[in-house]
């Protein structure tokens, strides 16, 4: 239970409503509960690494904390556990908690608060925000994308795993998922699925929320190119859902998925700035492997670092204008976050090789030790060299973001579509029929 004795957003105005502390206060009120509540963070301490399950119960208890004292959700709102205060509230958190230990669920914690529960906070029923979004601030839900298939990847829309509502009104899930990241820790998964074949593929999808241990639900672990297995597999075997389970509309659930991609490719955290914190110093990460392979006053070493430093200042500018835009206009900030995701997508490879050309063979030839700074850094180098490409294709390719600038921001022809209008299930005949003529469309 929350201690609302503590709640830092309970003064009440003359008119007797609850009304926003001075954010002078509520940041001095903030750094004394932090100060006596948070332990520092240690410098070996990896954002977003790759949780087990047995590391979940130290972390859910730490969110536990924070969420008992209303330092969960501060600008989500009230109704659903958070606390309904303006972004700069959260923004002041954060800067007086940067150097403390905060709750880290690995990927899914960024699924889970910068991705599903936005998109449930915009779409879910009051009645499913109820249920399920005061647990996910305790830390007692974390969530998942159960999102692209084997044979729908770029082309979301061509989704073929199946929710059919029989008789008694149960929805019976059917199908597949992959590259779920995290879906082996996690506790549920936002699915979309067909429930509607005979309308274009657009306007038949629906999304529904999955206990990842369901009956039925069988998650299995893809093992990368770093040798971590972030990324996962998911089979849905006759899956019992019901009502309650639904995100949104039936059979507009592309709706839904346009918010959730919004949130996916950067759109939340572009456009809410208390996400945005810049790391102090120039390109520190990089700083430190120069040191470690006895580079750091090496003219040609440095000269990378200050290119990287560079790049990353023009990053962050983009994104903040960004930001800028979405906030003053945000019937566009699904179209404009294709510029944020794409900037990743092309630079993340760009600053990979210039670590690499840093950390020389040192960086090709690693060995992981948590306890020496230097492999560790190099180490680092050489999993984001192997993991550079990620964002080129996770979340949308480079291709498929020109093509939404190309068309929705900049007013080119749309690319020609032969099944924008066909009811999906001739679109899959249509398919069937083509390869069995060798590929032929005539």
Known sequence: MRDVTQDPARDEGQDGRTQPPPLAEYRARARAWIAENLERASGSR????????????????????????????????????????PAEYERAFRLEARGYRLPDFGVVGGTTYGVCALTMLAHASPEFRRRHIPRILAGDELWVEFFSEPAAGSDLAGVRTTATRDPSGTWILNGSKIWSSGAYYADWGMCLARTNWDVPKH????????????????????????????????????????????????????????????????????????????????????????????????????DLIVRAHVDDLARRALLARLGQRMTR??????????????????????????????????????????????????AKAAEAFLGSRFMSIAGGTNEMQRNTIGERVLGLPREPSFDRDKPFREVLQDARAWTGRGGSSR
């Open 203 to 302: 306007r038949g999808l629906t999304w529904f929320a999955v206990p990842a241990t369901a009956p039925g639900v069988t998650i299995r672990r893809i093992r990368q190119i770093t040798g971590d297995a972030e990324f996962c597999e998911e089979f849905f075997d006759n899956v019992e859902l019901s009502d309650d389970d639904v995100i949104g509309e039936v059979d507009n659930g592309w709706t839904v998925t346009q918010t959730m991609l919004l949130f996916e490719r950067g759109g939340g955290a572009a456009h809410d700035s208390s996400r945005r914190v810049a790391p102090r110093g120039i390109a520190p990460d990089l700083v430190e492997l120069a040191r470690s392979v006895g580079r750091l006053n090496d003219p040609l070493a440095r």
């Open 46 to 85: 990896v954002e977003y690494r790759v949780g087990e399950p047995a590391d979940l119960a130290a972390e859910r208890r730490l969110q536990r904390r924070l969420y008992a004292a209303g330092y969960a959700g501060i600008s989500w709102p009230r109704e659903y556990g958070g606390q309904g205060l």
């Open 329 to 378: 206009d945000p019937g566009t900030a699904a179209s404009l976050a294709s510029y944020g995701k794409l900037s990743s997508g092309v630079y993340d490879p760009i600053r990979a090789r210039l670590a690499m050309e840093i950390g020389g063979p040192d960086a090709v030839a690693w060995e992981r030790d948590d306890a020496d700074p230097a492999a560790t850094a190099q």
